[in-house]
């Protein structure tokens, strides 16, 4: 078919990217970044795009009654699986809006009582941004360093809190090099000196035991699409008793979600982010162990090149994260040499357009040439034993390639 102008037209099925059918896809181990969507989340969401397609708050009809139900049912799931109520549940787009909300809200609401907020060195852009933010309106952050396993010291934890401090911020599994943090030992402490405890557990969520009450937790932003449900879906849990947080809402117009995050509510991500945490919570101790004996299998064969450094604590990570650094190679120049077998990253994906070294590998003490030099491995649910032997093999070939041809400087 050709427009008026003779200029041939293609039906989208036809716009293939050139040499396609000849291109095998790399194996995927970036489920650090994202994940991709479990066939049973998407069956979940199905019947509410098309069935059950009502408007959530439409309350005068059965369209409107159907949607209500689903969502209804996907908040107390989500509820459950981190030992709140559901009414504790705060929907988002996702876990960068949840920390905004969490940390905005707070500073705005607690303003009266202190202007002062601790966070870590290594969080994601999506707190260190929001905490930049209120830099310039006045507030004051303490950035907390990490040592060099990329846990932080409790006892400098407890010495920043003042009595001016109103919430002190710590992720739960750190998204580049998947360390976790003592949430119960933080929770305490923040408890003792009265001060609120928010978390961003996105890279956490049904991969690790979580509790708000055992650990003590007034705030945790959440996400979908890091554990294999759909994106553009999170969450806020907001503490309602013991003590009841307040906070000032970030989007204003329509009352939905207590009226802190207006907006009309998005039932099949809804359902396929509580149908994601489900399948998470079922499957977690036996995923578990089974990533981390891929990880641990990938690991013995790039230890086996000497120069190879591990980001990160040993053992106090998430089962699937493998973190190396690499001496003697460029960063880029290894993600290419990956690239034909395994689709990696060097870091957060979020801050991938990025020149600078990784924030999180320099806070560990890392030259910048260890944290240019990183290469990180998100292993999923996915994953085989015989990609890792597939990707070890590309890695031990590519490397000592890449070390030969830079060591190489052209004579002038």
């Known amino acids: 078919m050709r427009n008026a102008c003779g200029v ?15 291109m095998q896809r790399p194996i995927y181990l970036d489920c650090h970044s994202t994940t991709p969507m479990d066939e049973r989340v998407l069956e979940a969401m199905l019947p509410y795009f098309t069935e059950h397609f009502g408007n959530p708050s439409s309350t005068t009809h059965a369209y409107g009654w159907e949607a209500e139900a689903g969502v209804k049912q996907a908040r107390q799931m989500l509820a459950d699986a981190i030992n709140a109520a559901p009414e504790e549940i705060i929907f988002t787009s996702g876990a960068t ?9 707070v500073a705005e609401a607690y303003f009266s009582k202190g202007c002062h907020i601790v966070t870590v060195q290594t969080e994601h852009r999506a707190v260190l941004d929001p905490c930049g933010y209120l830099e310039s309106l006045g507030f004051e952050i303490t950035y907390l360093p990490v040592q060099s396993d990329g846990v932080i010291d409790l006892a400098e934890l407890e010495q920043a809190i003042r009595p001016d401090t109103i ?7 750190n998204n580049e090099i998947g360390v976790l ?6 929770g305490a402490i923040c408890r003792q000196h009265q001060v ?14 979580l509790d708000v009450e055992a650990m003590k937790i007034d705030l945790m932003s959440l996400t979908g699409h890091k554990m294999y449900g759909p994106k553009g879906i999170g969450a806020l849990y907001v503490r309602r008793r013991h003590p009841r947080v307040r906070l000032a809402s970030q989007i204003q117009g329509g009352g939905q979600e207590r009226e802190l995050r207006a907006g009309t509510l998005y039932p099949p991500q809804i359902v396929g982010f509580a149908k994601a945490v489900e399948l998470g919570l079922a499957e977690r101790e036996s995923e578990s162990q089974r990533q981390m004996q891929l990880r641990q299998r990938l690991w013995e064969q790039l230890s086996q090149l000497e120069g190879i450094h591990l980001n990160g604590h040993p ?13 003697g190679v460029d960063g880029s120049a290894l993600l290419l040499g990956l690239q034909p077998v395994a689709a990696v990253s060097s870091g957060s994906a979020c801050s991938s357009a990025s020149t600078a070294p990784s924030h999180v590998l320099t806070a560990l003490g890392h030259p910048d040439s260890l944290a240019y030099a990183s290469v990180r491995f998100g292993i999923g649910r996915f994953n ?10 590309q890695a031990v070939t590519t490397i000592p390639s890449l070390r030969q041809a830079q060591s190489v400087v052209p004579q002038v």
């Open 315 to 327: 053992t106090k990570r998430l089962p699937g994260n493998l973190n190396i650094s690499v001496e």
């Open 167 to 173: 919430l002190v911020s710590v992720m739960a599994a």
């Open 196 to 209: 609120l405890f928010h978390t961003d557990a996105a890279q956490a969520i049904g991969k690790i035991p």
């Open 8 to 22: 041939e037209i293609l039906h989208w099925e036809q716009r293939a990217i050139p040499n396609q059918s000849f």
């Open 97 to 105: 809006e949840a920390n905004n909300l969490a940390i905005k809200g």
């Open 181 to 186: 943090q003592p949430l119960a030992e933080i």
């Open 384 to 393: 085989t034993a015989a990609e890792m032997d597939q990707v070890a093999e």
